[in-house]
Nanobody, 123 residues
Framework: QVQLVESGGGLVQAGGSLRLSCAAS????????MGWFRQAPGKEREFVAA????????LYADSVKGRFTIPRDNAKNTVYLQMNNLKPEDTANYYC????????????????WGQGTQVTVSS
């Protein structure tokens, strides 16, 4: 199985930036598409961003497009979520996930999940 550990969450002012990291234990990390999801209190988990195994393709939710990017470094078995111009509505627990399948926004297609890291954006 693949273990994923998120880090980098915290409290930031609106308009600020934060970079989340997701480190994978699996040496074959480069074979997985990776995604970020988030869940705010009282809401369902929603898709944020995803990147293909090669890093050639990316997908972003409309709510974060132009503000967030999802680079990966396969040599370090790590995927990142660079968050710029943060808004209070970005406040949520952020989870990274790995998929054995094609690049996708669908939660059910992700096979492995991290424990999450909290991001809180103040007004």
């Amino acid at each position: 199985q693949v273990q994923l550990v998120e880090s980098g969450g915290g409290l930031v002012q609106a308009g600020g930036s934060l970079r989340l990291s997701c480190a994978a234990s699996e040496r074959t990390f480069s074979n997985y598409a990776m995604g970020w999801f988030r869940q705010a209190p009282g809401k369902e988990r929603e898709f944020v961003a995803a990147i293909s195994s090669s890093g050639e393709r990316t997908l972003y939710a409309d709510s974060v497009k132009g503000r967030f990017t999802i680079p990966r470094d396969n040599a370090k078995n790590t995927v990142y979520l660079q968050m710029n111009n943060l808004k209070p509505e970005d406040t949520a627990n952020y989870y990274c996930a790995a998929s054995r399948f094609m690049l996708t926004t669908m939660e059910r297609t992700y096979n492995y999940w991290g424990q999450g890291t909290q991001v809180t954006v103040s007004s």
